[in-house]
């Protein structure tokens, strides 16, 4: 079943139009990447699903539900959860207190929701008293993490997880994506790091100059010889 649908979307900032005519979607439970050059569009293209860049035209659609002009602060009560690539965290509040906040709309904090995310990050219970700003870049995207899965959102949408980090945190992180995914919550990720994306997800998109490309499952774009030698450096 389709979960989200963006159909000829064409977004951008103010009178800045960088997507145009852009497809694609996210089935229940799927792992899909977005991947391509700097410029091509692809984070306007996640931050247009979260309400984030200006939509002039085409339709988002979230299981049948259409979100095209909905603010982010509607968009997250449709159970949509968005980490940016940076400034994810509130680095002068403590551990808990960022992880408080991923969950505002509610009423009151579950304690399940807290656990399910000291199983999934422990080093986040460990910490939990201290500032965000006092943890490693790693950890920091754990808590980013973290505090978008205190909704447990239908859709995560990840913008650049693996940036920054050190080259021995990256698979690392790339793992507990893919836990994310196994426990049953799909992913929509902009990636720099494409060939390990790739290999990762269920399915790719290349933007280039803020339009389709190519698609296909992730393996396969990985392969393909064209993409290879204009996106991914042969």
Known sequence: MTLLDVAGL???????????????????????????PNGAGKSTAMKSVFGLADRFDGTITLAGDDITSLPPE???????????????????LTVEENLRLGAYILDEVPQDRLNAVFERFPVLEDRLGETAGALSGGQQQ?????????????????DEPSAGLAPDLVD????????VNDAGTSILMVEQNAREALRRCDRGYVLAQGENRYEGPGEQLLHD????QQFLGG
């Not at 690392?172 to 836990?179: G, L």
């Open 142 to 158: 754990m808590l980013g993490m973290g505090c978008a899965l205190m909704l447990d959102p239908d859709l995560l949408l990840l």
């Open 74 to 92: 509607d968009v997250i009560h449709e159970g949509i959860s968005y980490v940016p690539q940076t400034d994810n965290v509130f680095p002068s």
């Open 225 to 228: 010889e064209e993409v290879r």
């Open 10 to 36: 064409d977004a951008g900032y103010g009178d800045l139009q960088v997507l145009t005519d852009v497809d694609l979607h996210v089935d229940d439970g799927e792992y899909v990447t977005v991947v391509g």
């Open 172 to 179: 690392d992180m790339f793992d507990r994506i893919d836990d």
